[in-house]
Antibody, heavy 118, light 108 residues
């Protein structure tokens, strides 16, 4: 079945780094654009980053530009989010989501929790 | 950036009633690139409506979407107990993809 499974979340100190992963199954990963969306505790959804299906293009929210890097390994069917220089404002549940090109986010992972705290 | 503003922030209704949720965009959005999501506590969002009015797979027909330009509406014709959740609108025409702040639909 179509599935996305995030991992890599945890508690990290301010200024440190963390890498999230999102493993895809049940669909042609290499044909799908992929996004990261986050949700701070008690807050709404915030789009974070997108990567094209072939990895040729990326785009970021202003709030993470220059600190976060989205990447993918189509041979491993895995999406990544490298997060550097983390601050308390990055504390959130991070979801990966599928985008079949100009389409809504039709498949979401269950989310992984990132807590930035000293 | 297209800012989406949802109203009301909270909607209190009873099972069987009709719910009308609104989303207003700061600039015109092609209806082809407008969606609604439902999120229950502890769960990921679920796609309900795309293209402003098309129901996603397995979404009951009591959910309907309408609108164009800057004003969009999600209607739930007769509320079921499982419909009480938070609802988000989204535009996916261009970066940055943006969501509304959400409408919480609670049981009265």
């Amino acid at each position: 079945q179509v599935q996305l499974v995030e991992s890599g979340g945890g508690v990290v100190q301010p200024g440190r780094s963390l890498r999230l992963s999102c493993a895809a199954s049940g669909f042609t990963f290499s044909s799908s654009g992929m996004h990261w969306v986050r949700q701070a505790p008690g807050k709404g959804l915030e789009w974070v980053a997108v990567i094209w299906s072939d990895g040729s293009n990326e785009n970021y929210a202003d709030s993470v530009k220059g600190r976060f890097t989205i990447s993918r390994d189509n041979s491993r069917k895995t999406l990544y989010l490298q997060m550097n220089s983390l601050t308390a404002e990055d504390t959130a549940v991070y979801y990966c989501a599928r985008d079949l090109g100009g389409r809504p986010f039709d498949v979401w992972g269950q989310g992984t929790v990132v807590t930035v705290s000293s | 950036e297209i800012v989406l503003t949802q109203s009301p922030g909270t909607l209190s209704l009873s099972v069987g009633e009709r719910a009308t949720l609104s989303c207003r965009a700061s600039q015109s959005v092609s209806s082809s690139y407008f969606a609604w999501y439902q999120q229950k506590p502890g769960q990921a969002p679920r796609l309900l409506i795309y293209g402003a009015s098309s129901r996603a797979t397995d979404i009951p027909d009591r959910f309907s979407g309408s609108g164009s330009g800057t004003d969009f509406t999600l209607t739930i014709s007769r509320l079921e107990p499982e419909d009480f959740a938070v609802y988000y609108c989204q535009q996916y025409r261009s970066s940055p993809w943006t969501f509304g702040q959400g409408t919480k639909l609670e049981i009265k």
